[in-house]
């Protein structure tokens, strides 16, 4: 049967995640804000889970109806088969959110949700108390401009928790996010790849399972796997399919950072992913940058303001990445930052794409190999962005 399955990502990362849903054959999408909505029979949940590099969590649509008041949100609530779907043990979590409805209380409509479920169950079972006491059944309410949905949590724990990333240095990316990035700046797994700043080596890890079609969730519990009412085989089956799709592709992928015991816990990190053999970790200053090959991208997420270091040494840091990368004409550079003026240390960026790092706002910088054929001129480093001209892609400063 046809369910609707609603995979969520971080703000700016829509259109990266709706390819990934067209590359598993999931053309029939309906995109939002950071969420988008796909049609797939109930395998499509087992593979949201395992496959989707840059989505945070994948829910099943059980209802979606006008609630302008309390008795119709409890009725459209009453009106789903709870009892199809929970056995009398299950735990009943409600989550809720609500954005621009008349039922503006949260603590309120949870409430209401969660009286409608009993309400259903106490007539399918014949019984009064529910233990709550078996497999957990996350539910959320989100109300939308007077339209409620509601929703089953199949991941459990969010998608960014891979396993692998056990040290951290200061300010990592989120998993989901690195293989976001990665995927935004169009890296070719043929290309080397460099993280100059690489930290806990989040963002090469994912470039080198992405490079390795490797699955992200390959190895992971999802809470759904414990659901009775879904067919059990969807699992395995998908895992059997992630198996296959892996490939032993020669990878040359190189991480840098000035703190030796962050690199250290790179190659860690590396090795509980399984991917050490694809990464070089070194421990190097940027002053001391080099490359000798001919083509290559470098990927990045350099400390900013907000998290790490002061600004006075932040912009001399990023001058000193400025200079480092200037003898290098035929590098694509996409560099990921919270730093106000960035463009005007760096000069004006091909592509400028806003998204999110937890709250903060941050910008993805692409700056393209002077080579490619598809490029205007390669922009003056030196120059202050003060105003977009016509012509460029991405979006406005
Ligand atoms: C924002 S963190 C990178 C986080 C990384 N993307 C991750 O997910 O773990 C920035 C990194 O830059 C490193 N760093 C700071 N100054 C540096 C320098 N001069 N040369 C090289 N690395 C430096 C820090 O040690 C830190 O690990």
Redesign the pocket.
């Known amino acids: 049967m046809k369910q609707n399955i609603i995979v969520t990502c971080t703000f700016g990362l829509e259109s990266v995640l709706k390819r990934e849903l067209a590359s598993l054959g999931y053309h029939d999408r309906h995109v939002q804000d950071g969420r988008i909505t796909f049609g797939a029979d109930e395998a499509g949940i087992a593979r949201a889970n395992i496959f989707l590099r840059s989505a945070d969590r994948v829910y099943l649509k059980l209802s979606e109806f006008d609630a302008y008041d309390f008795d119709q949100l409890f009725e459209g609530v009453r009106e789903i088969n709870w009892q199809d779907m929970i056995p009398a043990n299950g735990i009943m979590h409600v989550n809720g959110r609500s954005r621009k409805s008349k039922l503006s209380s949260v603590p309120a409509c949870q409430s209401i949700t969660k009286k409608a479920i009993i309400e259903k169950m106490r007539l399918s079972y014949g019984i009064d108390r529910f233990p709550e006491d078996g497999t957990r059944f996350p539910i959320e309410i989100i109300l939308e401009k007077n339209k409620a949905q509601v929703t089953l949590d199949t991941s459990g724990a969010a998608l960014f928790k891979r396993g692998y990333r056990l040290h951290?240095?200061?300010?990592?990316?989120k998993e989901t996010l690195?293989a976001g990035l990665v995927l935004l700046s169009g890296w070719k797994p043929g290309t080397p790849m460099i993280d100059?700043?690489?930290?806990?080596?989040?963002?090469l890890i994912e470039a080198a399972m992405i490079g390795r079609n490797v699955a992200p969730g390959i190895n992971r519990n999802f809470l759904a796997m414990e659901w009775e009412f879904l067919d059990q085989d969807i699992w395995g089956k998908a895992k059997t399919e992630a198996l296959s799709r892996i490939n032993h592709r020669k990878l040359e992928l190189f991480g840098?950072?000035?703190?030796a015991q962050?690199i250290d816990s790179a190659g860690l990190n590396a090795k509980n992913a399984d991917m050490d053999r694809e990464i070089d970790f070194a421990c190097?200053?940027?002053s001391k940058f080099h490359f000798s090959g001919e083509n290559a991208c470098v990927i990045t997420?350099?400390?900013y303001g907000e998290r790490?270091g002061d600004k006075g040494t932040l912009d001399e840091?990023y001058r000193t990445f400025r200079n480092v990368l200037s003898p290098y004409d035929k590098l694509d550079k996409h560099i990921f930052t919270a730093h106000d003026h960035f463009q005007e240390i760096f000069g004006r960026a091909d592509k400028k794409r806003k998204l999110y790092n937890g709250n903060i706002k941050c910008h993805l910088y692409s700056y393209f190999n002077q080579g490619r054929a598809d490029k205007g001129p390669r922009p003056d480093p030196g120059r202050p962005s003060r105003k977009r001209r016509g012509g460029q892609s991405g979006e406005k400063p």
Do not use: K, M, S
């Not at 840098?256 to 703190?259: K, L, R």
């Open positions: 951290t240095g200061e300010a990592p990316v690195a100059p700043f690489c930290g806990a080596g989040t963002l840098y950072d000035i703190d962050v190097r200053d940027i997420n350099l400390p790490i840091l």
